[in-house]
Protein backbone atom coordinates (compact mmCIF):
# COMPACT_ATOMS: atom_id res chain seq x y z
CA UNK A 1 0.00 0.00 0.00
CA UNK A 2 1.13 3.50 -1.32
CA UNK A 3 2.21 6.33 1.53
CA UNK A 4 -1.11 8.41 1.87
CA UNK A 5 -0.90 11.82 0.74
CA UNK A 6 -1.42 14.27 3.57
CA UNK A 7 -2.71 17.20 1.03
CA UNK A 8 -5.28 14.97 -0.48
CA UNK A 9 -6.22 13.75 2.95
CA UNK A 10 -7.22 17.45 3.63
CA UNK A 11 -8.88 18.06 0.74
CA UNK A 12 -11.45 14.94 1.08
CA UNK A 13 -12.03 15.62 4.57
CA UNK A 14 -13.26 19.63 3.35
CA UNK A 15 -15.57 18.21 0.51
CA UNK A 16 -16.67 15.27 3.54
CA UNK A 17 -17.52 19.14 5.79
CA UNK A 18 -19.04 20.84 2.62
CA UNK A 19 -20.90 17.68 1.53
CA UNK A 20 -22.39 17.36 5.45
CA UNK A 21 -20.68 13.61 5.57
CA UNK A 22 -19.24 14.78 9.15
CA UNK A 23 -20.13 10.68 10.15
CA UNK A 24 -18.06 9.26 7.58
CA UNK A 25 -15.31 12.70 8.02
CA UNK A 26 -15.02 11.58 11.99
CA UNK A 27 -14.16 8.06 10.75
CA UNK A 28 -10.97 9.80 9.90
CA UNK A 29 -9.90 10.86 13.37
CA UNK A 30 -6.74 9.44 14.86
CA UNK A 31 -7.97 7.55 18.79
CA UNK A 32 -6.26 11.00 20.13
CA UNK A 33 -9.05 13.53 18.67
CA UNK A 34 -11.88 10.77 18.78
CA UNK A 35 -11.47 11.42 22.17
CA UNK A 36 -12.24 15.12 22.30
CA UNK A 37 -13.99 15.93 19.31
CA UNK A 38 -17.20 14.47 18.22
CA UNK A 39 -18.92 14.28 14.60
CA UNK A 40 -21.48 16.65 15.81
CA UNK A 41 -18.73 18.97 17.23
CA UNK A 42 -17.06 19.56 13.99
CA UNK A 43 -20.82 19.54 12.37
CA UNK A 44 -21.46 22.46 14.52
CA UNK A 45 -18.00 24.45 13.87
CA UNK A 46 -18.74 24.24 10.00
CA UNK A 47 -22.64 25.62 10.64
CA UNK A 48 -20.70 28.40 12.39
CA UNK A 49 -18.29 29.21 9.80
CA UNK A 50 -21.23 28.72 6.64
CA UNK A 51 -23.08 30.91 8.76
CA UNK A 52 -20.53 33.34 8.87
CA UNK A 53 -19.01 33.24 5.38
CA UNK A 54 -21.75 32.03 3.20
CA UNK A 55 -21.91 28.49 0.80
CA UNK A 56 -18.57 27.29 -0.09
CA UNK A 57 -17.56 28.40 -3.45
CA UNK A 58 -13.90 27.14 -4.43
CA UNK A 59 -11.32 25.07 -2.35
CA UNK A 60 -7.52 25.95 -2.64
CA UNK A 61 -4.60 24.29 -2.75
CA UNK A 62 -3.42 22.61 0.57
CA UNK A 63 -0.36 24.34 2.28
CA UNK A 64 1.62 21.40 3.61
CA UNK A 65 4.26 22.09 6.53
CA UNK A 66 6.42 19.11 9.34
CA UNK A 67 4.88 19.28 12.92
CA UNK A 68 6.91 16.72 14.42
CA UNK A 69 5.95 13.25 16.23
CA UNK A 70 5.45 11.79 12.58
CA UNK A 71 2.88 14.63 12.03
CA UNK A 72 2.57 17.13 8.74
CA UNK A 73 0.05 20.28 9.60
CA UNK A 74 -1.68 20.39 6.24
CA UNK A 75 -3.77 24.29 5.78
CA UNK A 76 -6.01 24.39 2.97
CA UNK A 77 -8.06 27.56 2.03
CA UNK A 78 -11.59 27.65 1.38
CA UNK A 79 -12.78 30.38 -0.46
CA UNK A 80 -16.97 31.53 1.11
CA UNK A 81 -19.58 33.82 -0.57
CA UNK A 82 -18.93 36.53 1.49
CA UNK A 83 -15.52 35.51 3.11
CA UNK A 84 -12.88 32.43 4.06
CA UNK A 85 -11.68 29.97 6.40
CA UNK A 86 -9.31 27.59 6.57
CA UNK A 87 -9.07 24.14 7.88
CA UNK A 88 -5.84 23.12 9.59
CA UNK A 89 -5.13 19.64 9.88
CA UNK A 90 -2.55 17.36 11.54
CA UNK A 91 -2.70 14.20 9.97
CA UNK A 92 -0.19 10.81 10.11
CA UNK A 93 1.30 9.06 7.81
CA UNK A 94 -1.80 6.53 7.83
CA UNK A 95 -4.03 9.51 6.88
CA UNK A 96 -5.97 10.32 9.97
CA UNK A 97 -6.33 12.92 11.88
CA UNK A 98 -4.71 13.99 15.01
CA UNK A 99 -5.58 17.61 15.25
CA UNK A 100 -8.43 20.01 13.31
CA UNK A 101 -9.35 23.19 13.42
CA UNK A 102 -11.61 25.95 11.45
CA UNK A 103 -10.27 29.33 11.35
CA UNK A 104 -11.31 32.59 10.09
CA UNK A 105 -9.52 34.21 7.43
CA UNK A 106 -10.56 37.61 6.65
CA UNK A 107 -9.80 39.83 3.98
CA UNK A 108 -6.37 42.03 4.48
CA UNK A 109 -4.04 42.32 7.38
CA UNK A 110 -5.04 43.95 11.19
CA UNK A 111 -4.79 47.72 10.66
CA UNK A 112 -4.71 50.18 13.80
CA UNK A 113 -8.11 51.59 14.60
CA UNK A 114 -8.88 55.42 14.02
CA UNK A 115 -8.37 55.97 17.92
CA UNK A 116 -4.97 54.45 18.34
CA UNK A 117 -2.28 57.01 19.20
CA UNK A 118 0.66 55.01 18.75
CA UNK A 119 3.68 57.80 19.34
CA UNK A 120 2.45 57.77 22.74
CA UNK A 121 3.70 54.01 23.89
CA UNK A 122 5.81 51.53 23.48
CA UNK A 123 5.16 47.74 23.44
CA UNK A 124 8.06 45.19 24.24
CA UNK A 125 7.62 41.28 24.43
CA UNK A 126 7.46 39.24 27.40
CA UNK A 127 6.71 35.79 28.71
CA UNK A 128 4.03 35.39 30.81
CA UNK A 129 4.45 32.07 33.49
CA UNK A 130 7.46 29.55 33.76
CA UNK A 131 8.78 26.69 32.94
CA UNK A 132 7.23 24.40 29.84
CA UNK A 133 3.55 26.26 29.69
CA UNK A 134 5.05 29.74 29.86
CA UNK A 135 3.23 31.61 27.05
CA UNK A 136 4.42 34.89 24.91
CA UNK A 137 2.69 37.88 25.86
CA UNK A 138 3.14 41.92 25.05
CA UNK A 139 3.31 45.06 27.44
CA UNK A 140 2.03 48.08 25.79
CA UNK A 141 3.66 51.44 28.58
CA UNK A 142 2.61 54.81 27.86
CA UNK A 143 5.33 57.67 27.57
CA UNK A 144 6.28 59.62 30.53
CA UNK A 145 7.18 58.73 34.02
CA UNK A 146 3.70 59.39 35.90
CA UNK A 147 2.67 56.61 38.00
CA UNK A 148 -0.51 55.43 35.93
CA UNK A 149 -3.11 52.20 36.02
CA UNK A 150 -2.75 48.88 34.61
CA UNK A 151 -4.71 46.90 32.53
CA UNK A 152 -4.21 43.26 32.50
CA UNK A 153 -6.43 41.54 29.16
CA UNK A 154 -8.09 37.91 29.14
CA UNK A 155 -9.68 36.76 26.08
CA UNK A 156 -12.53 34.98 25.40
CA UNK A 157 -12.97 31.00 24.55
CA UNK A 158 -10.88 28.91 22.48
CA UNK A 159 -7.42 28.68 22.00
CA UNK A 160 -6.85 32.18 20.54
CA UNK A 161 -4.33 34.34 20.99
CA UNK A 162 -2.96 37.85 22.85
CA UNK A 163 -5.30 39.80 19.99
CA UNK A 164 -8.05 37.64 20.10
CA UNK A 165 -7.47 37.53 16.76
CA UNK A 166 -10.32 36.70 14.19
CA UNK A 167 -9.63 36.80 10.45
CA UNK A 168 -8.55 40.03 9.98
CA UNK A 169 -9.78 41.62 13.00
CA UNK A 170 -7.82 41.53 16.84
CA UNK A 171 -10.24 43.45 19.27
CA UNK A 172 -8.06 42.82 21.78
CA UNK A 173 -5.04 44.47 20.12
CA UNK A 174 -7.68 47.46 19.31
CA UNK A 175 -7.88 47.75 23.46
CA UNK A 176 -4.34 47.47 23.99
CA UNK A 177 -3.66 50.30 21.43
CA UNK A 178 -6.54 52.44 22.82
CA UNK A 179 -6.29 52.43 25.92
CA UNK A 180 -1.97 52.33 25.86
CA UNK A 181 -2.40 55.80 23.88
CA UNK A 182 -4.78 56.99 26.53
CA UNK A 183 -2.39 56.66 29.51
CA UNK A 184 -3.06 53.15 29.95
CA UNK A 185 -0.42 50.21 30.69
CA UNK A 186 -1.61 46.90 29.46
CA UNK A 187 -0.32 43.51 29.48
CA UNK A 188 -2.09 40.96 26.90
CA UNK A 189 -0.84 37.00 26.39
CA UNK A 190 -1.60 34.34 24.45
CA UNK A 191 -3.74 31.51 26.04
CA UNK A 192 -2.02 28.65 27.49
CA UNK A 193 -4.67 26.55 24.81
CA UNK A 194 -3.12 28.53 21.89
CA UNK A 195 1.02 28.63 22.82
CA UNK A 196 0.68 24.59 24.31
CA UNK A 197 -2.72 23.13 22.35
CA UNK A 198 -2.42 19.33 24.00
CA UNK A 199 -3.54 21.09 27.37
CA UNK A 200 -6.56 20.46 26.98
CA UNK A 201 -5.91 16.78 26.53
CA UNK A 202 -4.50 16.88 29.65
CA UNK A 203 -6.03 14.31 32.30
CA UNK A 204 -7.65 16.81 34.81
CA UNK A 205 -7.48 20.49 32.70
CA UNK A 206 -10.02 22.97 33.87
CA UNK A 207 -11.04 26.31 33.52
CA UNK A 208 -8.88 27.63 35.89
CA UNK A 209 -5.94 26.13 35.06
CA UNK A 210 -6.52 28.01 31.02
CA UNK A 211 -6.86 31.41 33.19
CA UNK A 212 -5.88 31.74 36.22
CA UNK A 213 -1.67 31.18 36.71
CA UNK A 214 -0.93 32.93 33.89
CA UNK A 215 -3.69 35.98 34.20
CA UNK A 216 -2.20 36.26 37.98
CA UNK A 217 1.38 36.21 36.58
CA UNK A 218 0.76 38.99 34.33
CA UNK A 219 -0.96 41.18 36.82
CA UNK A 220 2.68 40.87 38.72
CA UNK A 221 4.56 41.67 35.77
CA UNK A 222 2.66 44.54 35.09
CA UNK A 223 3.17 45.71 38.79
CA UNK A 224 7.13 45.67 37.87
CA UNK A 225 6.80 47.85 34.96
CA UNK A 226 8.06 51.44 34.72
CA UNK A 227 6.13 53.49 35.81
CA UNK A 228 2.98 51.47 36.60
CA UNK A 229 1.09 52.30 40.13
CA UNK A 230 1.18 48.11 41.29
CA UNK A 231 -2.22 48.97 43.18
CA UNK A 232 -3.96 50.13 40.14
CA UNK A 233 -3.63 47.29 38.58
CA UNK A 234 -6.92 45.60 37.21
CA UNK A 235 -8.27 42.75 35.20
CA UNK A 236 -10.25 42.88 32.28
CA UNK A 237 -11.87 39.91 30.74
CA UNK A 238 -13.80 39.77 27.41
CA UNK A 239 -16.84 36.58 27.32
CA UNK A 240 -15.47 33.48 29.17
CA UNK A 241 -12.55 35.53 30.08
CA UNK A 242 -14.36 37.71 31.99
CA UNK A 243 -17.10 35.23 33.34
CA UNK A 244 -13.34 33.82 34.93
CA UNK A 245 -11.87 37.20 36.00
CA UNK A 246 -13.20 36.99 39.59
CA UNK A 247 -11.42 34.38 39.89
CA UNK A 248 -8.51 35.92 39.28
CA UNK A 249 -8.92 38.36 41.79
CA UNK A 250 -9.82 35.47 44.28
CA UNK A 251 -6.76 34.46 43.73
CA UNK A 252 -4.54 37.79 43.55
CA UNK A 253 -5.40 40.00 46.07
CA UNK A 254 -3.78 42.90 44.44
CA UNK A 255 -5.93 43.15 41.97
CA UNK A 256 -7.77 46.77 42.36
CA UNK A 257 -10.81 46.20 40.31
CA UNK A 258 -12.93 44.47 37.39
CA UNK A 259 -13.90 45.84 34.20
CA UNK A 260 -16.10 42.50 32.55
CA UNK A 261 -16.74 43.07 28.54
CA UNK A 262 -19.53 40.63 27.61
CA UNK A 263 -18.96 38.54 30.60
CA UNK A 264 -20.86 34.93 30.51
CA UNK A 265 -22.82 34.74 33.90
CA UNK A 266 -25.31 32.32 32.43
CA UNK A 267 -23.59 28.17 32.80
CA UNK A 268 -21.73 27.66 30.11
CA UNK A 269 -23.64 24.50 28.61
CA UNK A 270 -26.71 26.04 28.19
CA UNK A 271 -25.26 28.92 26.33
CA UNK A 272 -24.13 26.44 23.71
CA UNK A 273 -27.56 25.14 23.43
CA UNK A 274 -29.14 28.63 23.12
CA UNK A 275 -26.27 29.66 20.70
CA UNK A 276 -26.73 26.89 18.80
CA UNK A 277 -30.41 27.39 18.56
CA UNK A 278 -29.51 30.92 17.60
CA UNK A 279 -27.51 29.81 14.48
CA UNK A 280 -29.64 27.06 13.58
CA UNK A 281 -32.53 29.65 12.67
CA UNK A 282 -30.24 31.70 10.85
CA UNK A 283 -29.30 28.35 8.61
CA UNK A 284 -31.87 25.68 9.22
CA UNK A 285 -30.95 23.51 6.00
CA UNK A 286 -27.20 23.68 7.31
CA UNK A 287 -28.62 22.56 11.45
CA UNK A 288 -29.11 18.96 10.77
CA UNK A 289 -29.22 17.24 14.55
CA UNK A 290 -26.68 19.77 16.20
CA UNK A 291 -29.58 20.95 18.30
CA UNK A 292 -30.57 17.56 19.95
CA UNK A 293 -26.72 16.75 19.78
CA UNK A 294 -25.39 19.65 21.94
CA UNK A 295 -28.73 19.48 24.02
CA UNK A 296 -27.80 15.91 25.06
CA UNK A 297 -24.49 17.26 26.15
CA UNK A 298 -25.13 19.80 27.94
CA UNK A 299 -27.76 17.54 30.04
CA UNK A 300 -25.23 15.47 30.53
CA UNK A 301 -22.95 18.13 32.18
CA UNK A 302 -26.15 18.67 34.40
CA UNK A 303 -26.61 15.09 35.20
CA UNK A 304 -24.96 12.93 38.20
CA UNK A 305 -23.07 11.19 35.75
CA UNK A 306 -20.63 13.57 34.93
CA UNK A 307 -17.03 12.76 36.17
CA UNK A 308 -13.30 13.90 34.75
CA UNK A 309 -13.29 10.55 32.81
CA UNK A 310 -16.12 11.27 30.97
CA UNK A 311 -15.21 11.65 27.45
CA UNK A 312 -14.48 15.09 25.78
CA UNK A 313 -16.38 13.94 22.68
CA UNK A 314 -19.66 13.04 24.62
CA UNK A 315 -19.41 16.54 25.73
CA UNK A 316 -19.93 20.34 24.69
CA UNK A 317 -17.22 22.07 22.44
CA UNK A 318 -15.13 19.37 22.50
CA UNK A 319 -14.06 20.22 26.60
CA UNK A 320 -13.03 17.39 29.01
CA UNK A 321 -15.42 16.39 31.82
CA UNK A 322 -13.03 17.98 34.11
CA UNK A 323 -13.47 21.43 32.59
CA UNK A 324 -17.32 21.23 32.92
CA UNK A 325 -16.69 19.84 36.08
CA UNK A 326 -15.13 23.16 37.30
CA UNK A 327 -16.90 25.30 35.47
CA UNK A 328 -20.10 23.79 36.66
CA UNK A 329 -19.15 24.25 40.52
CA UNK A 330 -18.17 28.12 39.69
CA UNK A 331 -20.79 30.92 40.54
CA UNK A 332 -19.03 34.24 38.80
CA UNK A 333 -21.41 36.58 39.82
CA UNK A 334 -21.19 35.52 43.51
CA UNK A 335 -17.62 35.28 43.34
CA UNK A 336 -17.28 38.38 41.82
CA UNK A 337 -19.51 40.02 45.00
CA UNK A 338 -17.12 38.67 47.38
CA UNK A 339 -14.11 39.94 45.57
CA UNK A 340 -15.53 43.52 46.94
CA UNK A 341 -13.66 45.36 44.07
CA UNK A 342 -14.46 48.09 42.14
CA UNK A 343 -15.91 46.64 38.50
CA UNK A 344 -17.00 48.14 35.35
CA UNK A 345 -19.48 45.69 33.32
CA UNK A 346 -20.02 46.20 29.97
CA UNK A 347 -22.51 44.51 27.27
CA UNK A 348 -23.63 44.91 23.74
CA UNK A 349 -27.04 44.70 23.60
CA UNK A 350 -27.27 43.16 20.12
CA UNK A 351 -25.22 40.11 21.32
CA UNK A 352 -26.32 36.97 20.86
CA UNK A 353 -23.46 34.48 22.57
CA UNK A 354 -23.77 36.38 26.00
CA UNK A 355 -26.76 38.20 25.96
CA UNK A 356 -28.17 41.09 28.12
CA UNK A 357 -31.35 38.62 29.06
CA UNK A 358 -29.23 35.77 30.08
CA UNK A 359 -26.09 37.10 31.08
CA UNK A 360 -26.32 40.89 31.92
CA UNK A 361 -29.88 40.06 34.32
CA UNK A 362 -27.73 37.55 36.24
CA UNK A 363 -24.83 40.29 36.71
CA UNK A 364 -27.09 43.49 37.77
CA UNK A 365 -28.92 41.37 40.25
CA UNK A 366 -26.06 39.73 41.96
CA UNK A 367 -24.12 42.70 42.26
CA UNK A 368 -26.67 45.15 42.79
CA UNK A 369 -25.47 45.50 46.80
CA UNK A 370 -22.01 46.07 45.97
CA UNK A 371 -20.73 49.53 45.54
CA UNK A 372 -18.70 50.92 43.40
CA UNK A 373 -19.98 48.66 40.18
CA UNK A 374 -20.80 50.41 36.82
CA UNK A 375 -22.87 49.20 33.82
CA UNK A 376 -22.94 50.39 30.85
CA UNK A 377 -25.04 48.46 27.31
CA UNK A 378 -24.65 49.59 23.89
CA UNK A 379 -27.19 49.80 21.75
CA UNK A 380 -25.37 49.00 18.60
CA UNK A 381 -22.68 46.57 19.88
CA UNK A 382 -22.24 43.24 19.31
CA UNK A 383 -20.28 40.35 21.21
CA UNK A 384 -16.54 42.04 20.10
CA UNK A 385 -18.05 45.36 20.44
CA UNK A 386 -18.33 46.22 17.06
CA UNK A 387 -21.14 48.47 16.22
CA UNK A 388 -23.34 47.61 13.92
CA UNK A 389 -27.26 47.13 13.08
CA UNK A 390 -30.04 44.68 12.73
CA UNK A 391 -30.21 40.85 14.31
CA UNK A 392 -26.26 40.67 15.04
CA UNK A 393 -24.93 37.37 12.48
CA UNK A 394 -21.57 35.75 12.68
CA UNK A 395 -21.03 37.03 9.22
CA UNK A 396 -20.19 40.37 10.73
CA UNK A 397 -17.73 39.49 12.42
CA UNK A 398 -15.76 38.97 9.32
CA UNK A 399 -15.20 42.81 7.49
CA UNK A 400 -12.15 44.27 9.02
CA UNK A 401 -13.03 46.56 12.06
CA UNK A 402 -12.99 47.51 15.24
CA UNK A 403 -13.70 48.00 18.57
CA UNK A 404 -16.09 50.64 19.52
CA UNK A 405 -14.25 53.88 20.68
CA UNK A 406 -16.35 54.42 23.08
CA UNK A 407 -15.52 51.52 24.53
CA UNK A 408 -12.27 52.54 25.03
CA UNK A 409 -13.14 55.99 26.18
CA UNK A 410 -15.27 55.18 28.98
CA UNK A 411 -12.89 52.18 30.28
CA UNK A 412 -10.33 55.27 30.28
CA UNK A 413 -12.39 57.40 32.30
CA UNK A 414 -13.54 54.48 34.87
CA UNK A 415 -10.05 54.06 35.22
CA UNK A 416 -8.91 57.87 36.68
CA UNK A 417 -7.92 58.10 40.41
CA UNK A 418 -11.25 58.34 42.40
CA UNK A 419 -13.59 57.86 39.89
CA UNK A 420 -13.71 54.03 39.38
CA UNK A 421 -16.97 52.76 39.88
CA UNK A 422 -18.37 56.30 39.43
CA UNK A 423 -19.16 56.22 35.56
CA UNK A 424 -22.40 56.88 34.87
CA UNK A 425 -24.62 56.94 31.32
Not at 259 to 264: D, V
Amino acid sequence: MGEIDPAGTAVAVVEMARAGRFAELAERFAPVLRAVVSAETVRLAWLTEVTRNGAVRAVGTPAIEPAGDGLVRVSVPVECESGGLHLIMSVDGAGRLHGLRLVSGGTGGWEPPAYARPGRFTEHEVTIGEGPLAVGGTVSLPHGRRRRAGVVLLGGGGPIDRDGTSGANKPLKDLAWGLAGRGVAVARFDKVTHAHGRMLTTPGFTVADEYVPHAVAAVRLLQRQPGVDPARVFVAGHSLGGKVAPRVAAAEPSVAGLILLAAEAQPMHHSAVRVIRYLAALAPDLAGSAVEEITRQAALVDGPDLTAATPAGLLPLGLPGSYWLDLRDYDPVSTAAAAGRPMLVLQGARDYQVTVDDDLARWRAGLAGPPRVTFRVYPAANHLFFPGSGRSTPAEYEPPQHVDPRVVADITRWLRPGLAGLLRH
